[in-house]
């Protein structure tokens, strides 16, 4: 039983983290001086934000999950070397953005991804 909902946790969590990804994945890497989903312009609009009770795909809350939080954090990257993080200039041509689940407060999972900015051409 209690792997089960530890399973259950851990998946309800992966899906939660899943969501702000495609969200993410939407939005441009650096500031288009419009709003282009909510209230959020670019990527680095979701530097520490946190969403309780969670966001669905259609960015809108999801109240069965109430004691959830969605935490985001957008690092900008080093482009000769990934693993490290620079500080945050919002023109740099490479961020990681990191989601940090919880449940009840307590950490259950994080998944962090690398986006690049588009090429000016």
């Given at each position: 039983t209690t792997a089960n909902i530890s399973g259950?946790?851990?998946t309800t969590a992966v899906n939660l983290a899943g969501?702000?990804?495609?969200?993410?994945?939407?939005?441009p890497s650096t500031d288009p001086q419009k709003s282009v989903i909510g209230?959020?312009?670019?990527?680095?609009?979701?530097?520490?934000?946190?969403?309780?009770?969670?966001?669905?795909?259609?960015?809108?809350?999801?109240?069965?999950?109430?004691?959830?939080t969605q935490q985001v954090r957008v690092q900008t990257?080093?482009?000769?070397?990934v693993g490290a993080t620079v500080g945050?200039?919002?023109s740099a041509p490479m961020a990681r953005l990191t989601v940090t689940i919880y449940?009840?407060?307590?950490?259950?999972?994080?998944q962090s991804w690398l986006m690049a900015a588009e090429d000016p051409l």
């Amino acid at each position: 039983t209690t792997a089960n909902i530890s399973g259950n946790e851990l998946t309800t969590a992966v899906n939660l983290a899943g969501t702000i990804h495609e969200i993410a994945l939407g939005l441009p890497s650096t500031d288009p001086q419009k709003s282009v989903i909510g209230p959020y312009r670019d990527v680095w609009d979701l530097n520490g934000v946190s969403f309780s009770p969670p966001i669905d795909g259609g960015r809108l809350p999801i109240s069965d999950y109430a004691d959830w939080t969605q935490q985001v954090r957008v690092q900008t990257v080093d482009n000769k070397s990934v693993g490290a993080t620079v500080g945050n200039d919002r023109s740099a041509p490479m961020a990681r953005l990191t989601v940090t689940i919880y449940h009840h407060g307590h950490y259950v999972y994080a998944q962090s991804w690398l986006m690049a900015a588009e090429d000016p051409l």
